[in-house]
DNA sequence: CCCATATTGTCAGTATACTGTCAATCTAGA
DNA sequence: TCTAGATTGACAGTATACTGACAATATGGG
């Protein structure tokens, strides 16, 4: 027996993980834009603003690993950071090709001040939420982002992307 | 006595449920992408389709508030949908500023033909979680999306909004 | 009927995201 | 050492997403 192609209809979408973390995502950017105002920062760039300060000196592709980004998405990125004067970018001595990336004073700043809103951004993104259900969402979450890292282009590659930073650089 | 400011670490960024989302969101299309390859169709678009599928001869803006995207995004979507020519733009002879939109035959036939490859990608996000994880993830979500629904710029409207469609048009 | 107001599709501008390509450069193996 | 292959940053092209603006059109109150 064959099973009869269910009829179409808009719940095939509503329904659909794929349709719920689009709209997710949209909400998510759209609360923190919100309460960052202040900073003309958005998420992407103040997760980059994050890596440089964590790693200092680091490079474009070793940054786009670190925070799972295209590193063609990402040059636009620190483009315009360095174009707010968040960020410096200095050509390496040891390889031509690279150019490291640090905060600048105006950078560090900024990213001390903006931790507060961003805080409050990622509450609120969860507050429609009883409290045990946020632990809950934010733990599955989590797993599941973690055993499909492979699925995108660019696997988040954390710290031990830069295991061999100074060695091979 | 003042809370001191934690350090900035990248868990700062990896456990925010900002984070989280934006890279599901990403896992998400690229899965889709590549189950779906044969019909050369994106998320937004198949969604799209669905939604003139079951609504024909809705306009623009209606849809925008029945799949929740921009209308300004969404006349670029349609624009591609109609130069591949699975759907076709009628003027609406009630107003002159409405275009009316309606699958064509080849439209539809890719619907019909796209739907498995979808429901495959559907399931891949999912798969590397536990059954029952699966089905709490997603209730979580609806949930979370429905309650978050009007922090993003266009509101999910379902299909209410379309409620008094032939009545004001 | 007239006009203030709202709606519709469109456009310009900005910012992710991705694919694919390229020249410059580096590295490793023969 | 010389060179095949890899890496790096950059670029072009496509596709969401959003903001804000606009002309054309529609609607409702006076």
New binding site residues.
């Given amino acids: 027996m064959q099973s009869k192609p269910s009829p179409i209809t808009m719940d095939a979408v509503y329904t659909a993980p794929g349709y719920l973390f689009?709209r997710m995502?949209?909400i998510a950017?759209?609360i923190f834009v919100e309460e960052c105002s202040a900073f003309d920062l958005?998420?992407?760039?103040y997760a980059a603003l994050v890596a440089i300060h964590t790693h200092p000196g680091i490079?474009?592709?070793?940054l786009s690993a670190v925070i799972a980004?295209?590193?063609?998405?990402l040059?636009?990125?620190?483009e315009?950071l360095e174009s707010k004067a968040l960020i410096e970018r200095k050509p390496s001595r040891?390889?031509?090709?690279?150019?490291l990336l640090y905060l600048s004073k105006a950078g560090a700043t900024v990213l001390r001040d903006i931790m507060p809103s961003v805080e409050r951004a990622q509450v609120r993104m969860l507050q429609p939420l009883k409290p045990a259900d946020r632990k809950t969402l934010l733990a599955l979450l989590t797993q599941l982002v973690d055993l499909n890292n492979e699925a995108?282009?660019?696997p988040l590659r954390a710290e031990d992307a830069l295991e061999h930073l100074g060695k091979?650089g």
Same sequence: chains 1, 2.
């Fill in positions: 689009r995502q949209q950017v759209s958005t998420p992407v760039q490079d474009a592709t070793r980004f295209d590193r063609s998405t040059g636009n990125v620190i315009r040891e390889d031509k090709r690279v150019k995108s282009r660019v091979a």
